[in-house]
């Protein structure tokens, strides 16, 4: 097998998808200036509940459901009944809201749920701005609607789920940044995340300044920063985060975006490897870019048919070899390099060839995969040895945790669970004899680690292990 040509997407592919957004409704009163969906949906519609839990029966340890996507998901008839088949599962469970004008008791049933995470969408503080941009309901009614969120929120005493702000930033409201994270403050809001506006298909407002090659301009990418940097520095009491893609804060975002003939796509953070959107009539489809593109249906068949469908097996292939035209033009990927790789990456300075299942996003001398992980070495030593150096969390529980290790499609070792005093090891491992350039490494671990089941951390993610360093020697 070539294992870094055509053959690897379905080495990449999870048995069955671990991240989903879940369209509950394409529904929405709102009518927002970005927004795509009344082109696409009209009036829209929801999910049939049985179509619903079926998905949820068929879902084999889902790391994150996210219920949301171009709908309200306030205005799902059988909202708190989703929510709780989605905690059922065991994944963490996270939805996003306008907070449009709902009843009490479905904002009572939001501040009980088993939701891990609620945020809400609040882009100004203004109350004409607020009209402009939601295109229709009062800021004044979101606003009372909020304090009443969290005031049950409050009440149960630890309970609910944690609460985060987001906005959508665009030239129209760029000046409500640090307004925003002000009153995030003032309402005990740990968390603001700025989103910079995409722009795509027939919305009400024209994107140009903020937007070119869908890439974000310099001139917006600068003012978005600063913004930031202000609002950040003026209220440190609330973690504000800025939702980039990798190198857009470079001079020439466009270019840096470009592909070479030859490079892959490895991943980006709607992959087709372990994440799909379902739409709210079954269709699964490949990302928000490509959500009127259908690779199967959960109305006429199984999740399983549908995820491993011939549609979605030719798609995962033209994403690899970089021939989807939408995909290539996608600033949000990552790109792997066959023609400079290397022998030793160190953490997270080698984030070209952690293929798949990484959260790069993190700063730092260790960077944490999820239970699924796959990093490639490049050399041409023929009888080499991995050296492997990381941390292996220590997971409670009637088996020991364990890290397993696959070269090229053969087992080669593993690392038991340490001692919990001290979780970081290094070791080696000979590898099988081989004429190949390059070396694919896959890890597994027998128990995913999510940090806010042992403790009071906000961190839902489920973890693998923490690669420090990977190279390869000889032996």
């Known amino acids: ?49 049985a179509l619903y839990r079926r998905l949820m029966q068929d879902l084999d340890q889902p790391e994150m ?88 929120r409050a009440a149960q005493k630890g309970g609910g789920p944690n609460l985060d702000l987001c906005m959508v930033a665009m030239r129209e409201n760029l000046s409500q940044m640090e307004p925003l994270a002000a009153f995030a403050v003032q309402a005990g809001i740990s968390r603001l995340n700025v989103l910079p506006v995409i722009a795509r298909g027939r919305q009400r407002a024209d994107f140009a300044w903020e937007h070119r090659d869908s890439c974000p301009t310099p001139p917006f990418r600068e003012e978005l920063l600063a913004r930031a940097a202000q609002a950040a520095a003026g209220h440190p009491e609330t973690e504000l985060t800025v939702d980039l893609p990798a190198g857009a804060e ?9 592909l070479r003939e030859g490079m892959r796509i490895a991943s980006c953070p709607q992959n087709p490897w372990n ?92 960077v944490w995969s999820r239970p699924k992980a796959l990093l490639v070495l490049a050399g041409n030593r023929h009888r080499p040895v991995l050296r492997l150096a990381g941390i292996l969390p220590f997971v409670s529980g009637p088996e020991a945790n364990r890290l397993s290790i696959l070269c090229n499609g053969h087992c080669v070792g593993e690392v038991r669970q340490p001692d919990p005093e001290q979780p970081g090891f290094e070791r080696r491992f000979p590898l099988p004899r081989s004429r190949r350039s390059e070396w694919l490494l896959e890890f597994s671990v027998r128990h995913r680690f999510r940090p806010s089941r042992y403790g009071p951390s906000k961190d839902h993610r489920d973890l693998g292990f923490a690669l420090i360093q990977a190279s390869l020697t000889e032996r």
């Open 250 to 258: 470079a001079a020439d975002a466009t270019e840096q975006n470009a």
């Open 65 to 152: 459901i996210r219920l949301n996507y171009s709908g309200e998901s306030l205005l799902y008839p059988q909202l708190a009944a989703a929510i709780e088949l989605a905690a059922e599962t065991g994944a963490c469970t996270e939805l996003v809201t306008a907070l449009p004008r709902v009843s009490d008791e479905t904002i009572r049933q939001l501040a009980r749920s088993r939701l891990q995470r609620l945020t809400v969408s609040l882009h100004t503080l203004d109350s004409a701005q607020y009209a402009r941009v939601y295109g229709t309901g009062q800021l004044a009614s979101a606003l009372n609607q909020l304090q009443r969120l969290i005031r049950l």
């Open 1 to 49: 097998m070539d294992w870094l040509g055509p053959g690897i997407p379905d080495r990449l592919t999870a048995a069955r998808p671990t991240v989903l957004w879940v369209e509950l409704t394409s529904r929405c009163v709102l009518d927002c200036l970005f927004c795509t969906r009344r082109e696409r949906w009209g009036s829209g519609r929801d999910m049939d509940l």
């Open 275 to 366: 994440t799909t959107h379902v739409l709210a009539n079954g269709d699964l489809v490949p990302c928000e870019v490509q959500d009127d593109r259908p690779m199967g249906s959960l109305a006429g068949g199984s999740l399983e048919e549908a995820w491993h469908s011939r549609e979605y097996r030719r798609f995962r292939k033209d994403y690899w070899l970089a021939r989807d035209p939408r995909c290539r033009a996608c600033p949000w990927k990552t790109v792997y390099d066959p023609g400079a790789g290397r022998a030793g990456i160190s953490a997270p300075a080698g984030r070209a060839q952690l293929l798949h299942g990484w959260y790069t996003e993190e700063k730092g001398q260790a």
